[in-house]
């Protein structure tokens, strides 16, 4: 009995909806999930408002070191870039850039980043575009 009662309910104009002739059914994502227009729309400048703080500049990298790699690898050469030991920078943070800017796979082993590829050149070309100024390569 009570299916009938609720097939034969009709809809009408109600809070977060409205119904018209001209107009397709308008429900907002809100209303959806119980959280009043004014209220949500109250968040939306407040969060417009904040400022955003600037991300922090990575810290200057003064020399890297470049080498070459195979064993150990199953065959396939890698690009090891170490860094020196009192580089205070985020290594995963410039491992994703270096991923990013040459297009290549990256990670991180005790400390230093190890490239996919025999990329030394690109790699070296990279850090001189970022202003290192000392580059050492060794196969």
């Not at 097939?7 to 397709?24: D, R, S, V």
């Not at 065959?75 to 870039?81: A, I």
């Amino acid at each position: 009995m009570q299916n009938k009662n609720r097939k034969n309910k009709k809809l009408t104009e109600g809070e977060g909806f409205t119904l018209a002739q001209e107009q397709p059914l308008g429900l907002s994502i809100g209303a959806l999930l119980g959280v009043p227009q004014k209220e949500a729309k109250a968040k939306n400048a407040e969060k417009k408002a904040e400022p955003q703080a600037a991300p922090a500049a990575p810290p200057k990298i003064s020399k890297v070191a470049l080498q070459r790699q195979r064993a150990g690898r199953g065959g396939k050469t890698v690009t090891l870039v170490i860094l020196p030991q009192d580089y205070k920078g985020d290594t995963a943070a410039l491992a994703k850039e270096l991923r990013k800017g040459l297009g290549c796979g990256s990670t991180i082993e005790d400390g230093n980043i190890v490239l996919q590829g025999d990329i030394a050149d690109r790699a070296e070309a990279w850090f001189a575009k970022k202003g290192v100024t000392k580059i050492t390569k060794s196969a």
